[in-house]
C-alpha cells in the first residue's frame, strides 16, 4: 500500500534566536583570527608574516561565511527562501529576490539527529544542483513537521 502523498506550501520566517547563535560563534573566532593575524603581520619577522597571512585569510573565510550563514538565515539574501511548495512531482522554493527554484530530479532530504535542520539538494529545471539549509525556526511548528513527513520519501 503506498503512502499517502500531501501537498504543503509554507512561508519561512527569519530565525532569529539561531543568528544569535551565530553571531555569539562567528564574531569572537573572526574578532581572534584576524587581531593576531595583524599582530603578527606587523611583528617583522617574514616567518610570522606568513602565519599572518594565514591567519587573516581565515578570519575573512569565516567573515564570509558567518555572514552568509546570517544573511540566510534572516532572508536578507536574494537567494534565500522565502516559501516552499512540495507536491508529488517537485519542489518549489521562492526565493528573496523574486526567483525561483523549482528541483525537479535527484531529489535528496538530509535530516540532521537533533532536529534543528534539514538539507535539500536536486537539480533544477536547468540541470544545475541547487543545495539548501533550511532551519526549524524558520517555520510554523506545524509546518515544519507537515513539511519533514512530506520529505521523507526523499531521503
Known sequence: MAKKWEEVQCTLHADKTGVIWDVLLYVP?????????LKLWFAGNETQGMMAYGLMFLGFFFLMVGGNRIGRRMLWLPGAPVALDINRSRIKLSLKGGGEVVLVKELRY??????KS???????????????VLHNKQFE???YERVKRALERYA
Open 110 to 115: 538530509f535530516a540532521d539527529h537533533a532536529g
Open 141 to 143: 511548528a506545524e509546518d
Open 118 to 132: 534539514f538539507g535539500l539538494t536536486g537539480m533544477d529545471q536547468q540541470g544545475a544542483k541547487q543545495q539548501f
Open 29 to 37: 573566532t573572526v574578532g581572534f583570527l584576524l587581531l593576531w593575524g
